[in-house]
């Protein structure tokens, strides 16, 4: 391990600012440490596989041209976070004005047993562990439900955050968490079995396959 692999993420940040651009190395160790995670998260938000890997590419690429406006007031994964949530959220503002498809999500067909099972049931072919069997519950979820589920139980955002970034109520976001860990729960119980159920912390009352288990994905 060399004597860069050392460095806070703050001190890196520190390292890049005074370095300019003439020396990557700093960056390449933030890569390293965060992309996992905002890969995964970017397939989550968006529930697009295919284009998870060049949203995850986009948002580092926006963090490093924006390393200028870094001031430390927040920790670096913090910074990084809203800029990968800010960018995934448009992402999904741009797919939604594309011609509209059939989708599971939508209102007319969303609450069809039937129609919700076989999906569900495709996936449970695939899911051969935890974290792949809770991407398929979410994979089905609604857009409206999942993101913020996501945006507070994997990004760990205050609820005021959350509601600015998605241009809603406080007391509607705190409904659609709470639906959404809900919703969470009841499906992937329908899915794989109770006795399976992540387990997670019970702070707020959380489902037994609430928070502790989007967090997992990470």
């Not at 995670?37 to 580092?60: G, H, P």
């Not at 910074?79 to 509209?100: S, T």
């Not at 990004?155 to 639906?179: F, H, N, P, W």
Request: charged share 35%.
């Amino acid at each position: 391990m060399s004597d860069i692999d050392t460095l806070s993420d703050e001190q890196l940040v520190e390292k890049l600012q005074r370095a300019g651009s003439g020396d990557l190395r700093a960056f390449d160790v933030l890569i390293d440490r965060h992309q996992q995670k905002v890969l995964a998260n970017c397939r989550y938000l968006t529930r697009s596989a295919a284009d998870a890997e060049d949203l995850a590419q986009e948002v580092f690429v926006k963090a490093y041209f924006g390393l200028k406006r870094f001031r430390g007031e927040s920790k670096f994964r913090t910074w990084l976070q809203r800029i990968k949530v800010n960018h995934c959220l448009n992402f999904l503002k741009k797919k939604r004005r594309e011609p509209a498809k059939v989708e599971i999500d939508d209102p007319g067909i969303a609450d069809q047993a039937g129609v919700r099972r076989e999906p569900m049931a495709e996936q449970s072919l695939q899911a051969e562990d935890a974290r792949e069997r809770i991407g398929a519950v979410l994979d089905v979820m609604s857009e409206t439900l999942r993101v913020p589920l996501l945006m507070r139980d994997m990004d760990d955002l205050a609820y005021d955050d959350i509601a600015q970034e998605l241009g809603i109520g406080l007391s509607a976001v705190k409904m659609r968490i709470k639906r959404g860990r809900e919703e969470f729960r009841r499906m992937y119980q329908e899915l794989w079995g109770a006795e399976d159920a992540p387990a997670s912390a019970e702070a707020e009352s959380r489902p037994a396959a609430g928070r502790g288990a989007v967090e997992g994905l990470s």
